[in-house]
């Protein structure tokens, strides 16, 4: 049997285990909620013994191996600093995290603390798995001084903070300066226009046989995003229960930009892009130099610098004829609290120390993404601790914040599935079967079933 | 003696089955409290699902190609070792390995290098002049293909019970019509055909089962891509479950495909009659 099977059996088997304990559950409530209450009279008699309590925190992520490392050494030192405090830690792969947290959140033994993605913050937020942290930064837990207003309320879900966001990125395009220069197109500035981009990717492409740009633009619907939002219009309605903007032209007009640059061989088809991305990031076709640019976010320069330190980045295309503002500080990732958590209070002092203290951030040196807090930007920048290109990463949120607008509200339920729908209908044009505009109405027509379904 | 069986087969098989007939009609994604919806999901899949439909579209295809190709090629493999020759079983053993090995994640990834853009068939297609711009695995029209050929590459166990068919078959049969001056075609339509038919439905049935559950191909190979055209029921399943979050309509699709398996196998044995052929006395 295979892994993948074997894994799929295992959430099953975890599923039914926890239906029987989730029966349980809901059969008693009150003794639940006033064991609850003790132990929170418990923390402040502690509290007010002054002497601290053991606790163990449980708290899962996912990631690759040097964040996993990275976050041992936090949760250690934390511990070093707070003998009373033990970590749990589940350390994973995207891949199977999510179906991980459902199952136990379903059985009630969701990780107090869980790292978690704008995808499916809603989710938790609306089926009360999640625990309100505003009181937390009302008390004073948890300092959110150094953090931007917008992006800290992109937490925010029906009047609750349910997540605490981490690190921020933003839609960005990296080049290879070396292509340009050979093709003998100049370096973007933060003013292009789309209409420059697709000049210069074409001069690429001419003069020197390689890619212009390089990337799945079918992917997720980030880049879409943005270029709604230079229309004035929003990718989602307020209601989340249809598309927000009203004229399919936009759409249509987004395709048909790929798909004429896929046609003349500028951009990779998305079957030559499979092939590309099974080589990895590491050795992508900006990073080689067989490409010239790439939309991507703000920490890709930064990610790769160990394998070419050379690569630029610059905010993405302005609208050729719209002041509307696209670009947008997105949330990076969240801590969020287990509403079933027994040591909330604790928890949330560990999310503060996480996000503001330096000696955290020396150790994790913006692996997740650029810190939210000014002030450990600002620290990390003077500390000279940084590479050039994390450096410019850092430097660049605060240039980037002035032509940022509203940061759109979270994800609607359902999100994953709109993605589907779109890479569906963009693919669609680019393997020739449908027109841009019957693509467009076709992506309507999908996502506003998917939206009005998960969103009622 | 029975108990652990049973208990096992109680916790792991009976009690998961029933629950999960009553999530396919409920609401339920996992988080929240199942709330009962009837029949909602069943209408859902058939009336306003179109990903549901194409799922079927290629899961038929894939079994209607692949069920008949393998059979007939572990046929032709039985019958070539069921003779006497050197290193016969080094043979066997070498082409039953495809069965062990075939649905595991690493034989997918090679597969997918094998036939990718890169890989060595584009390559090979191109030094005698063939060049293409998609793979075959890039290509809405061949990628099912590919996904099929490895189904067909893994036909050991199918072999394995023809060639013990073949050697039930008593050689007196063959002798008898030799005296008569049959010729070999004459003979395998006449005696093995004939004298393998349960073997052939016995093998028929367990390859439909096996290709309405096939998976792991389309999940690392393809996802489901290009487009959809690899796109297997059971993968739609899974990703209903376990990407969008959606138990109950997924527990709702699991019901519509044990419906699907089941009306296919009564229907075969239905056809039983006209031409398993079964020896005398043995009915």
Redo the contacts between chains.
Sequence with gaps: ?????KR?MA???A??VA?SAGACK?AEPEQEEASQKVTEADLKTAAEDGDAKEVTIKIAWWGGQTRHEQTQQVLDLYSELHPNVKFVASPSGWDGY??KL??Q??SGAMPDIVQMDYLYLT??AK?N?VADLQEFIDNGTIDVSGIDEKLLNTGQIDDKMTGLVLSTSMLSFGYNPDVLAEAGVEEPTADWTWSDFIEMSKKVHEATGKYGPAMDTALDTNGFNYWVRQHGQSLFSEDNKSLGYTDDKICEDYFTMWNSLMEEGVLP????Y??IA?LGQEAGPVVTGDAAMIMEWNNYASKLSSVNDKIKMVTPPMSDDSDAKGLWMKPGMFFSVAETSQVKQEAAEFINWFINSKEANDIMMAERGTPVSSEIRDYMISSGKLGEQQKAMFEGVDEAAAICGDTPAPDPV?M??IN?AFK?AA??VY?G?ATAEDAAAAFRE?AN?ILERNNK | MLTPWLVGFILMWMIPMFISIYYSLTDFNLLNTPSFVGIDNYIRAFTKDKSFYQSLKVTFIYVLVLVPLRLAFALFVAMLLNKKHKGLGLYRTLYYVPSIIGGSIAVSVVWKQIFGNQGVIMSLLNAVGISQTTSLLGNTTTSLGVIILMGVWQFGSSMLIFLSALKQIPYSLYESAQVDGARPAKMFTKITLPMLTPTIFFNLILQIINGFRVFTESYIITDGGPLDSTLSYVLYLYRRAFNYFDMGYSCALAWILVAIVGIFTIVLFKTQGSWVHYEAGRE
């Design positions: 049997m295979s892994q993948r099977m799929i959430a099953a088997l599923g039914t239906l809901t999510f179906e459902s199952t959140t379903a989710t938790y089926n798995s088809n998305p079957d030559e499979a092939q099974t359902g994953s599935e589907e569906n693919n669609s393997y079967q999908e079933s």
